[in-house]
Protein backbone atom coordinates (compact mmCIF):
# COMPACT_ATOMS: atom_id res chain seq x y z
CA UNK A 1 0.00 0.00 0.00
CA UNK A 2 1.41 2.84 -1.37
CA UNK A 3 0.96 6.71 0.72
CA UNK A 4 0.80 9.71 -0.86
CA UNK A 5 0.78 13.48 0.68
CA UNK A 6 0.96 16.42 -1.17
CA UNK A 7 2.13 19.95 -0.66
CA UNK A 8 3.02 23.17 -1.79
CA UNK A 9 -0.51 24.36 -3.17
CA UNK A 10 -2.05 28.28 -2.10
CA UNK A 11 -2.94 31.23 -3.62
CA UNK A 12 -1.29 33.12 -6.47
CA UNK A 13 -1.47 35.80 -8.83
CA UNK A 14 -1.26 35.21 -12.65
CA UNK A 15 2.05 34.80 -13.77
CA UNK A 16 3.70 33.66 -10.31
CA UNK A 17 5.14 30.36 -9.87
CA UNK A 18 4.37 27.29 -7.53
CA UNK A 19 6.08 24.22 -6.79
CA UNK A 20 4.09 20.98 -5.61
CA UNK A 21 5.75 18.38 -3.92
CA UNK A 22 4.15 14.58 -3.33
CA UNK A 23 5.67 12.50 -0.79
CA UNK A 24 4.99 8.51 -1.14
CA UNK A 25 5.55 5.91 1.49
CA UNK A 26 4.76 2.22 1.93
CA UNK A 27 6.43 0.78 -1.23
CA UNK A 28 9.40 0.64 -3.38
CA UNK A 29 9.00 4.27 -4.68
CA UNK A 30 11.36 3.23 -8.04
CA UNK A 31 8.62 1.05 -8.96
CA UNK A 32 5.85 3.27 -9.69
CA UNK A 33 5.29 5.69 -12.89
CA UNK A 34 3.85 8.96 -11.24
CA UNK A 35 1.17 11.55 -12.05
CA UNK A 36 -0.51 15.02 -11.84
CA UNK A 37 -4.15 15.78 -12.22
CA UNK A 38 -6.19 18.01 -11.12
CA UNK A 39 -10.48 18.84 -10.80
CA UNK A 40 -11.94 21.78 -10.93
CA UNK A 41 -15.14 22.36 -8.81
CA UNK A 42 -18.30 21.02 -11.06
CA UNK A 43 -15.66 19.69 -13.76
CA UNK A 44 -14.03 16.33 -14.01
CA UNK A 45 -10.56 15.38 -13.17
CA UNK A 46 -7.63 16.09 -15.82
CA UNK A 47 -4.41 14.99 -16.77
CA UNK A 48 -1.77 17.16 -15.93
CA UNK A 49 1.82 15.47 -15.89
CA UNK A 50 3.22 11.79 -15.98
CA UNK A 51 6.56 10.48 -15.18
CA UNK A 52 7.98 7.50 -16.04
CA UNK A 53 9.02 5.31 -13.02
CA UNK A 54 12.70 5.61 -14.10
CA UNK A 55 11.93 9.66 -14.44
CA UNK A 56 13.51 9.48 -18.20
CA UNK A 57 9.69 10.08 -20.22
CA UNK A 58 7.00 12.53 -19.27
CA UNK A 59 3.87 13.71 -20.73
CA UNK A 60 2.17 16.84 -20.26
CA UNK A 61 -1.30 17.85 -21.19
CA UNK A 62 -1.43 20.56 -24.13
CA UNK A 63 -3.01 23.42 -21.76
CA UNK A 64 0.58 22.88 -19.33
CA UNK A 65 3.17 22.31 -22.20
CA UNK A 66 6.07 24.55 -21.88
CA UNK A 67 4.85 26.12 -18.68
CA UNK A 68 4.71 23.14 -15.92
CA UNK A 69 7.60 20.28 -15.24
CA UNK A 70 7.30 17.05 -13.57
CA UNK A 71 10.56 15.47 -12.10
CA UNK A 72 10.94 12.30 -9.89
CA UNK A 73 13.44 11.78 -7.48
CA UNK A 74 13.17 8.23 -6.61
CA UNK A 75 16.50 8.40 -3.34
CA UNK A 76 14.07 11.15 -2.09
CA UNK A 77 10.49 9.09 -2.63
CA UNK A 78 9.18 12.74 -4.37
CA UNK A 79 7.59 13.88 -7.44
CA UNK A 80 7.66 17.49 -8.02
CA UNK A 81 5.41 19.50 -9.86
CA UNK A 82 6.73 22.84 -10.91
CA UNK A 83 4.41 25.49 -12.21
CA UNK A 84 5.58 28.39 -14.17
CA UNK A 85 3.18 31.59 -15.74
CA UNK A 86 0.29 30.67 -13.77
CA UNK A 87 -2.97 31.20 -15.21
CA UNK A 88 -6.56 31.91 -13.36
CA UNK A 89 -7.72 28.53 -15.28
CA UNK A 90 -5.05 26.45 -13.72
CA UNK A 91 -7.34 26.85 -10.27
CA UNK A 92 -8.08 23.29 -9.31
CA UNK A 93 -7.33 20.83 -6.89
CA UNK A 94 -4.21 19.03 -7.91
CA UNK A 95 -3.46 15.14 -7.03
CA UNK A 96 -0.59 12.86 -7.24
CA UNK A 97 -1.07 9.43 -8.21
CA UNK A 98 0.94 6.44 -8.60
CA UNK A 99 0.96 3.64 -10.70
CA UNK A 100 3.48 0.03 -9.86
CA UNK A 101 4.64 -0.27 -13.20
CA UNK A 102 6.59 -3.18 -14.79
CA UNK A 103 8.28 -0.94 -17.78
CA UNK A 104 10.47 1.60 -17.03
CA UNK A 105 9.62 3.76 -19.70
CA UNK A 106 6.06 3.68 -19.75
CA UNK A 107 3.78 6.73 -18.59
CA UNK A 108 0.20 6.79 -18.06
CA UNK A 109 -1.85 9.46 -18.63
CA UNK A 110 -5.28 8.15 -17.85
CA UNK A 111 -7.28 8.37 -14.37
CA UNK A 112 -8.11 5.01 -14.68
CA UNK A 113 -4.86 3.51 -15.41
CA UNK A 114 -3.52 4.59 -11.44
CA UNK A 115 -3.67 2.47 -7.85
CA UNK A 116 -2.98 4.71 -6.05
CA UNK A 117 -4.16 8.49 -5.34
CA UNK A 118 -3.38 11.36 -2.59
CA UNK A 119 -5.91 13.95 -0.85
CA UNK A 120 -4.78 17.02 -2.96
CA UNK A 121 -3.36 20.42 -2.65
CA UNK A 122 -5.63 23.64 -3.41
CA UNK A 123 -3.74 25.72 -6.28
CA UNK A 124 -5.70 28.92 -6.46
CA UNK A 125 -4.53 31.87 -9.06
CA UNK A 126 -6.38 35.23 -9.36
CA UNK A 127 -6.26 37.29 -12.18
Known amino acids: QVQLVESGGGLVQAGESLRLSCAAS????????MGWFRQAPGKEREFVAA????????RYADSVKGRFTISKDNAKNTVTLQMNSLKPEDTAVYLC????????????????????WGQGTQVTVSS
Open 51 to 58: ISRNGGVT
Open 26 to 33: GGTFSAYA
Open 97 to 116: AAKREALSFRVVVTTPGYDY
